[in-house]
């Protein structure tokens, strides 16, 4: 053996930082309030852990190869043909295939410069380059991200609505986007918080998808269904581009107590009706509330909140972040500069909000 020989990755990799997750732990705590992660609060619907557990008995078996009967599950309830649906383990595996069956050395990939920070990523796994357009105070600017598609421009994914501001575009801008869009340049479109969508301007990226051939969208059970755990994701799009993504996807995309779970929760209509109606109320409480603390906050369509702290609010963001949890609540803290000044509260339980309410009139009225 030559012990010359030395292997390497690509040189690029060294670029991409790890992804910061939130965290979910605090000394002295042992069940703190997580509010960091954009989790269901109100867990999984009943018919799908009952499902769930009934399918772990078949564990020792690989899953279904046929995704069928979740596709037509799916399709029924959001009125979508299931032979453009793909699936694989969380949406974000399936963005990462999809861009580098799209992207790669040379050409790039255009996203919003506050936008979810895997975007980037994905282009650098693929060898492509990130180009990180503008956006209007942490919401999309499509005048933006057009000023920076080129000719080696060869896909544009944006979220919406968007993680981590809880913003969104509407249906008319989107569509402003995509009429602009060279046919060559393939729009991605990460609906992860769709369900959540209240307002009526938002208009659904699978409406796209059946009248062009350059649309993908991706949906995930991880938020309004709280499979974050179980990992499934399913993406929308033309027909040979789903083809295309299962074929290069995993040999068994979905594990089989996802898929039950899945197929479960997408039948109970009535509890994704009590999820989204819990979350509307607390997300229009907290913004209240927060209002009247002197922050700043951000609409939002998702399930959390985005929080500034102005400079004559009489508290940081590190400060509060530090301070809510020395009282066991977890907010979301970001490291990255534009968002130093901020916190973002997923919502939680009845009991969580109240005491997150409680710690934080505390903490801003003392000031």
């Known amino acids: ?33 997580k509010l960091s992660s954009n989790e269901s609060a109100l867990g999984m619907s009943p018919m799908a852990i009952e499902a769930g557990m009934k399918s772990i008995k078949r564990g020792h078996l690989y899953p279904e190869v046929d995704t069928a009967r979740l596709a037509a599950a799916i399709g029924a309830s959001y009125r979508l ?5 793909a699936f694989g383990p969380g949406s974000d595996e399936l963005l990462q295939r999809i861009v580098n069956a799209f992207a790669g050395p040379g050409e790039e990939l255009i996203h919003s410069k506050n936008a979810y920070m895997q ?45 981590p501001s809880g913003t969104y575009l509407s249906g008319s801008e989107i569509r402003r986007l995509h009429q602009h869009l060279p046919g060559s340049v393939l729009l991605i479109i990460d609906a992860a918080y769709e369900e959540y969508a209240q307002v009526d301007d938002y208009e659904s990226g699978t409406q796209l998808v059946h009248e062009f051939d350059n649309v993908i ?3 995930t059970f991880s938020k309004v269904h709280g499979m974050a755990g179980l990992r499934l994701g399913w993406c929308y799009g033309p027909e040979w581009v789903v083809e295309l993504i299962t074929k290069i996807g995993p040999s068994f995309p979905v594990n089989c107590v996802a898929y039950s779970a899945g197929i479960a929760s997408i ?12 979350n509307e109320q607390w997300i229009h409480t907290l913004t209240s509330e927060f209002n009247q603390l002197g922050l700043t906050t951000y ?3 998702t399930n959390f909140l985005l929080v500034g702290f102005p400079l004559d609010c009489g508290r940081s963001a590190a400060e509060t972040n530090h301070y809510l949890n020395s009282n066991g609540i977890i907010p979301r803290q970001f490291a990255v500069p534009d968002y130093l000044d901020k916190l973002r509260f997923t919502v939680g339980t ?18």
Do not use: C, W
Request: proline share 7%; net charge negative; aromatic share 8%.
């Open 119 to 163: 975007f980037p990523i994905y282009a650098k796994l693929a060898g492509a380059s990130p180009v990180a357009a503008d956006d209007a105070d942490f919401s999309y600017s499509v005048d933006a991200i057009l000023q920076q598609v080129g000719d080696r421009t060869r896909i544009v994914l944006l979220a919406n609505p968007d993680n």
């Open 217 to 219: 969208v991706t949906r």
């Open 267 to 278: 039948e109970d209509a009535e509890f994704t009706e009590k999820v989204l109606a819990h």
């Open 1 to 33: 053996m030559d012990s010359q020989i030395s292997i390497a990755p690509k040189p690029v990799l060294e670029t991409i930082d790890y992804y910061m997750v939130g965290i979910s732990k605090l000394d002295g705590f042992e069940k703190p309030i």
């Open 81 to 85: 043909n299931p032979k453009r649906m």
């Open 350 to 367: 009845d009991a969580e909000m109240y005491k997150t309410i409680d710690v934080m009139q505390q903490f801003m009225r003392s000031a």
């Open 299 to 301: 609409p939002s369509q």
